[in-house]
């Protein structure tokens, strides 16, 4: 897909980005002649220097037709040690609605790119966002399926301190237990019944 559109584009690189922690770095990058930026390249984040990063934290398209001639861009290392001047962007977002990446083109010459350009990596987004989402749903079946498979199972407690044994034979409290297979963590309180008990004692 990136090959395909950066050929249609007439640009050396196709780029999907991804921020990872507190780094951002090349996920994706088209096998395209003068494409000078490698896939797994990467780099701290913030401050990266990054046309990507500009375009993630726009949070919309991001268009810049000649960086030689835009003066926050003029300096950049992209335009002067690898003299790619145009770049064309949009922000790639998680299911939860937190940035994933972005999605790029870049040229090695002035590019003010056109309505059809936009829209076609605008289709791009929206694919690459269907599929996040279709993996992260996956995901969550997955994590239901084993939690009711580990919660369908018959396990030992101790009838005195109500610790349960896991298969590896040790014996661990219950909220560990319930944590462990769910990644619920527990809110502890106190029931009418255990409550009427100690104002009872304390009576």
Known sequence: MLNDTARIFGVPAGLITRV?????????????????????????????????????????LHLIPDARQDARWKDNAAAVELHMVSYLGMPIKRPDGEPFGTVCFIDNKQNTHNDLHIRMVELIKGMIEISLRIIWAEGEIDRRDRLLDDLSKIYPICSY?????????????????VRDISGALPSHGICPQCYKKEMEKLG
């Open 20 to 60: 990872d922690g507190k780094e951002i770095e090349i996920l994706l990058s088209s096998e395209t002649q003068g494409n000078p930026y490698p896939a797994a390249f990467r780099s701290r984040y913030p401050d990266s220097g990054w046309f990507c990063e500009h375009t993630l934290k726009s949070k919309g």
């Open 161 to 177: 301190c109500k610790k349960v044994r896991e298969e590896s034979g040790k014996w661990v409290s219950v909220e560990k237990y």
